[in-house]
């Protein structure tokens, strides 16, 4: 018998004995697995560089298992870019949970199965490190204050380095993230969305490198162009708030990366941005550091395959986004979704926290 099944034998914890305990019991102790779904994110937003981004409904996971060894498999969209070693960033986000609650790290299993293509601006890093956190704090049995303190969010950007991917990661919907000098820890406050936008992605095969795309954007700007960045920032957050999508266009301008990135690296860009207004988007930007250029439809309402094409953009424009893609000789493909309002979550775990007294929604 393992240490992990010996000890929780020794506590009285196995699962045929799971409603005999206190709830707060079962809430805490450690688990034997755990399957946690976390979603794509778009950062950015245009204006926002580093401090917006928002959730999307494409949703990777992961489970982690004890086991007598470390090991990772991986399924899915671009499996064969992903490390199979402890520099993946499910392993390093499981080690600082594991950190935070005090504990050494057990040799574990993961298992990822990535829906999120990675390294095109959706946000796969931030997914990563954000389903290793919730993977390790459930595995080892700990817990952090968020009210106020926003533990997971800290621990979360200190690995990723800015907090506008992973903030939607954690919280889901549009989140503005940024580094609270006077409390001196990471900070996130959550931005009403509209209902009826659909997300319309044009995705290139090929993968942008974050770290060079970084190295683009200039680290001095014009006062020009911060006042420039700072009034269509909050043009865009009002616009969001407000439910005013005409301004969105005006809102997701941008001096600070995107005509840089245009420029240098990404000469699809403005084509396709402005292919999306032709056909009537309501906004359109580079997808955190790209190569994604997401075009912002509205109109969307209940089931998208039963709903009229004539009272929604998001065909015309994914239309426009191929033209233009085709003409340019870009590979890629079109994705369509929507923004979700919840971020990452606990699936299932072994033993379960549902027991014969409480069930929560969502564990399978
Ligand atoms: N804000 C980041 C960037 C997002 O544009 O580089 C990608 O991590």
């Known amino acids: ?7 929780q034998k020794q506590q009285g914890e196995g699962t045929a004995r799971r409603s005999r305990l206190g709830s707060d019991k079962l809430l805490i102790m450690e688990r034997r697995s755990v399957t946690v779904q976390v979603p794509a994110t778009s950062a950015n937003l245009g204006s926002g560089y580093d401090c917006i981004g928002m959730a999307l409904d494409m949703w990777n996971e992961l489970t982690v298992e004890r086991a007598d060894k470390f090991e990772i498999t991986v ?36 298992h990822l199965k990535q829906r999120i293509p990675f390294g095109r601006g959706l946000g796969s890093s931030s997914a990563a490190i954000v389903a290793g956190l919730l993977a390790g704090l459930i595995i080892a049995g700990h817990k952090l204050d968020v009210q106020g303190k926003e533990q997971l969010v800290q621990l979360a950007t200190e690995i990723e380095g800015h907090p506008d991917n992973v903030a939607p990661a954690i919280y889901g919907g549009v989140q503005v993230g940024l580094y609270d000098s006077l ?35 200039p680290t001095e700007v014009s006062l ?19 439910g005013k999508v005409q301004n969105l266009r005006v809102g997701l301008e941008d001096r600070l990366h995107q005509p840089q990135r245009g420029e240098k690296v990404y000469h699809h860009l403005y084509p396709l941005i402005d292919a999306c207004y032709e056909a009537g988007a309501a906004g359109a930007y580079l997808s955190g550091a790209g190569p994604v250029v997401m075009a912002i439809t509205t109109g969307g309402s209940g089931d998208f395959f039963t709903q009229s094409f004539t009272q929604r953009t998001d065909q015309k424009v994914a239309a426009a986004m191929n033209a233009v893609a085709q003409r340019m000789g870009i590979e890629g493909k079109v994705y369509i979704t929507h923004p979700t ?17 409480v069930v929560y929604n969502g564990e399978t």
Do not use: C
């Open 1 to 7: 018998m393992r240490a992990w099944d010996e000890r």
């Open 75 to 110: 399924e899915g969209e671009g499996a064969d870019q992903i490390p199979l070693d402890d520099s993946n960033l499910v392993v390093v986000g499981v080690k600082a949970a594991f950190e935070a609650a005090g504990k050494s790290v057990p040799p574990l299993k993961y």
């Open 183 to 217: 409390e001196k820890r990471w900070a996130t406050e959550r931005v009403s969305l509209p209902h009826g936008l659909v997300f319309v992605m044009f995705i290139p095969s090929f993968v942008g490198k974050t770290s060079e795309l970084r190295k683009v954007v």
């Open 224 to 242: 020009q162009d911060a006042v420039f960045n700072m009034g269509r920032l909050a043009w865009l957050v009002l616009a969001l708030t407000s």
């Open 341 to 357: 309002n919840v971020g990452g979550v606990v699936v299932r775990a072994d033993p379960p926290f549902s027991s014969d007294l």
